[in-house]
């Protein structure tokens, strides 16, 4: 059954407007002009399969933002399915929106595929998620089937086009991906523009990419359906974004047709929001980013007059362990629960972590979990190569202090990632440490990999990599070296190319969280200073 806040009017895809009419929208509604109109945007994002609660150390930024420590275990869409319950009985006109990446992040997602994520989001009554770049982790097959059986609310991507027609999925994609959605609020009307990612997708932008789709420039997008809205009766734009800050705050800036922007894709909470001046018109243009991994909800009440927003107000809820479950969704997910209990054991102790084991390196350099990675990557039966190199990114959380379990090593490791050996030139290893430099730069010198046998100065100033040993022996640019990487960067992914030009490429087929799991079963213990497992040790010096 659809929800009775689907949006009233859907718009066509952009290249089949050309000649095509705004629908009427239908009458009776309550006259607003000159009327202050309240309107509460209820917003989740990067919920990344965190279905169920879960344990870790809240970060200063979290206790900033209201996550106390000891109040786990954080988090859980039954607790996020009472914050809203609770909220939308508080307001009168109200939207749930979603700014994507419900998808990938714990084992619920890597055994259903995304089926319980959508599933919860739909009983909660959401009325429309942009689609992100994890929603694909699976395939655009995947992503269109789960749409199908259990998304009873738009999924809105503006930016992209499914234009290979030979591929079912793509068929089925074009059918429930919508460019917009247009919500009748008792009269009030809210235009909503969805802004799907694509600089996480791999290839996405040459001609023929894996996922038949074709992306659209935003300056081609926003005014034009801009347009379309106002024209069917919007009195606002909302811009719901899996862009990234950044990009979201150079749409604000660029396009005066946005009133609001709902944000996602770089895992932030801003509270309170940003507030973006329009070079164009000078007009305020609140932007809201209300975290990820379910340990938070963000509530935007605006008042608007005549299509111009007077007032703001937001509040950030945390998730944690005071907030209670909501039974109806505790039951939709107890049959998953019962599965991953039956098949996987996902409180089985694989050992045991005396300090927390922390993915990020407190220098911007190495790190802890990186280097134990890239170590029994290396090391491991069948793969025995002379360096290891794996992206930071594809470890997505800290461990914990306590028990390490099956849910925790699958919170920690989520991706399916294989181990890909590989021979470089010693030329190619400078080029690929160079590119890992220059894109750590953009990102704080923070390092965006993880190695093993290889040690190097990270000059975020210069972008390039210096003083490379390789084993503690000069890079030399005539040598061979045998490297193990993870499959997703070895075929490009997060812009890899020298790893995807390589033609001596082999996928071992060996699970890197199944090597990960196998070694902290061994050591039972971590991390273990005096032997040198799971510590920093300065392999990567950031310098900036």
């Known amino acids: 059954m659809l929800g009775s806040r689907w949006p009233l009017v859907v718009i066509l895809p952009l290249l089949a407007l050309s000649g095509c009419l705004p629908q009427a929208v239908n009458g009776g509604d309550p006259d607003l002009t000159g009327k202050a109109v309240r309107v509460t945007f209820l917003h989740t994002s990067d919920i990344h399969a965190r279905t169920f609660p879960y344990n870790f150390d809240p970060s200063v930024t979290d206790n900033g933002l209201g996550l106390e420590d000891e109040a786990g275990p954080y988090g859980g869409l039954a607790r996020i399915a009472t914050i809203l319950k609770q909220e939308r009985a508080k307001s009168g006109r109200v939207l749930h929106l979603d700014s994507g990446d419900s998808f990938q992040g714990s084992v619920t ?14 009983a909660m009554g959401l009325d429309g998620a942009v689609i992100a ?48 959605a247009i919500y009748d609020l008792d009269g009030f009307r809210v235009g909503v523009i969805g802004m799907a990612n694509f600089s996480s997708l791999n290839s996405i932008d040459e001609e023929n990419n894996s996922l038949g789709v074709k992306t659209i420039d935003s300056g081609d997008v926003i005014p034009h359906y801009a347009d379309l809205l106002h024209a069917q009766g919007a009195d606002i734009i909302v811009l719901l974004s899996h862009m990234g800050v950044d990009e979201d705050r150079l749409l604000a800036e660029t396009f005066p047709q946005i009133d609001l922007i709902l944000g996602g894709h770089n895992h932030v909470a801003l509270d309170p929001p940003l507030v973006i001046t329009n070079a164009v018109t000078g007009k305020r243009i609140p932007l809201v980013d209300s975290g990820a991994f379910s340990k938070f909800v963000g509530r935007l009440d605006i008042v608007v007059q005549d299509g111009v927003i ?44 005396d300090e927390q084991l922390n993915r990020y390196g407190s220098t911007g350099g190495d790190s802890m979990l990186g280097n134990f990675t890239a170590e029994a990557m290396r090391a491991f039966p069948g793969v025995e190569t002379e360096i290891a190199l794996t992206n ?39 080029e690929t440490l160079d590119f890992a430099t220059a894109r750590s730069s953009e990102r704080g010198c923070q390092s965006q990999i993880q190695v093993a046998g290889i040690a190097f100065t990270m000059d975020c100033d210069a972008q390039v990599a210096t003083d490379i040993l390789i084993n503690g022996v000069p890079l030399e640019e005539d040598g061979v070296y045998e490297m193990a990487t993870n499959n997703y960067i070895a075929h490009g992914g997060s812009g890899f190319e020298v790893l995807q030009r390589n033609t001596t490429q082999v996928d071992t087929g060996i699970s890197i969280r199944d090597v990960v799991r196998n070694e902290i079963i061994q050591r039972s213990t971590l991390p273990q200073p005096d032997a040198g497992v799971a510590v920093e040790d300065g392999r990567i010096n950031a310098v900036y």
């Open 109 to 122: 997602f890597n055994y259903f595929d995304g089926e319980a994520e959508f599933r919860s989001l739909a």
């Open 133 to 180: 770049n994890h929603e694909f982790d699976d395939g655009a097959t995947n992503l269109a089937n789960q749409a199908v059986s259990w998304a009873t609310f738009p999924l809105l991507a503006a930016n992209y086009q499914w234009e290979d027609a030979t591929e079912p999925w793509a068929t089925t994609m074009g059918e429930v991906a919508q460019p917009t």
């Open 392 to 430: 930071t990114l594809g470890i997505r959380s800290d461990i914990p202090v306590g028990n390490i379990t099956i849910d925790t090593l699958f919170n920690t490791m989520p991706f399916d990632n294989t181990i890909t050996t590989m021979f470089l030139s010693g030329r190619e290893v400078q």
């Open 310 to 353: 007077l007032s703001t107000d937001y509040e950030l809820f945390p998730i944690d362990d005071s907030v209670a479950e909501d039974p109806a969704i505790v039951g939709l997910l107890q049959e998953y629960q019962d599965v991953l209990d039956d098949e996987l054991n996902i409180n089985q102790i694989l050992g045991y972590a």
